[in-house]
């Protein structure tokens, strides 16, 4: 079965200095038909002014995936950990027993604008941890590259969830093709440009719903940047 979310059908949240899409309910933004897919749980697509951000504040029990679009997000937290997340980098951040952390666009000229991803983990109460790689446009050119899933296979992050997340760059002739288990879920979420994912054509802020489905394939794409999602039912 196949379900298209248009971008224009999500929660928009305008606050100033924040612009946020939610694919799923979040803070003020309630929609019973929309509380999450399998355990994927958010995907906030968020655009921050230069100079602002997120002060201090914690999370707990979530697995946390942050990926930049364009510009620098920096992040703190009470781990000890403080960096820069860069267009291309993936980062992990598991809640766990509990999190605090800050996260702010330090450009005073070019805003910051990323996705932020919440997934339920496969356990309650772990050790929190946090986890950051670069995934190059190179290795994700014309491919489904994976980048996050619950045993770091091929060099991806680890994620504490039952889903894994990979991610591909399309243009013109290039495609890929995913074999999906019947039994699980899959989820496809267009971050820029158009492509064409099993049929269906899909532009920025797009989404596909994939449930029973035995095969995921992209091809057609126009300057086009595609997460794709294999989860738990």
Do not use: C
């Amino acid at each position: 079965m196949k379900t298209l979310r248009r971008s224009q059908d999500r929660g928009h949240a305008d606050h100033g200095w924040l612009q946020s899409f939610h694919s799923f309910s979040f803070a003020e933004y309630r929609d019973p038909a929309h509380m999450g897919f399998g355990p994927l749980r958010v995907i906030n697509d968020d655009v921050i002014a230069p100079g602002r951000g997120f002060g201090q504040h914690g999370h707990r029990d979530m697995e946390i995936v942050t990926y930049v679009l364009e510009g620098v997000l920096r992040h703190q937290d009470n781990l000890g950990n403080g960096e820069n997340i860069l267009p291309g980098d993936v980062q992990r951040m598991s809640a766990g027993t509990g999190i605090l952390h800050s996260e702010f666009n330090q450009s005073l000229s070019e805003r910051t604008h990323l996705l932020q991803i919440w997934i339920m983990p496969s356990e309650d109460g772990i050790k929190p941890g946090y986890e950051q790689k670069n995934f190059s446009a190179e290795d994700k050119r014309g491919r489904l590259r994976l980048v996050a899933s619950p045993d770091g296979r091929e060099g991806s992050v680890t994620i504490h969830a039952d889903a894994t997340l990979s991610v591909g760059l399309f243009d013109g002739d290039e495609q890929a093709e995913l074999a999906l288990d019947p039994s699980r879920k899959a989820y496809v979420h267009v971050a820029r440009g158009q492509v064409v994912v099993n049929g269906e054509v899909l532009e920025t802020g797009d989404a596909l719903l994939l449930d029973g489905e035995s095969a995921l394939k992209v091809e057609q794409g126009q300057a086009a940047e595609v997460l794709v999602f294999d989860l738990a039912a």
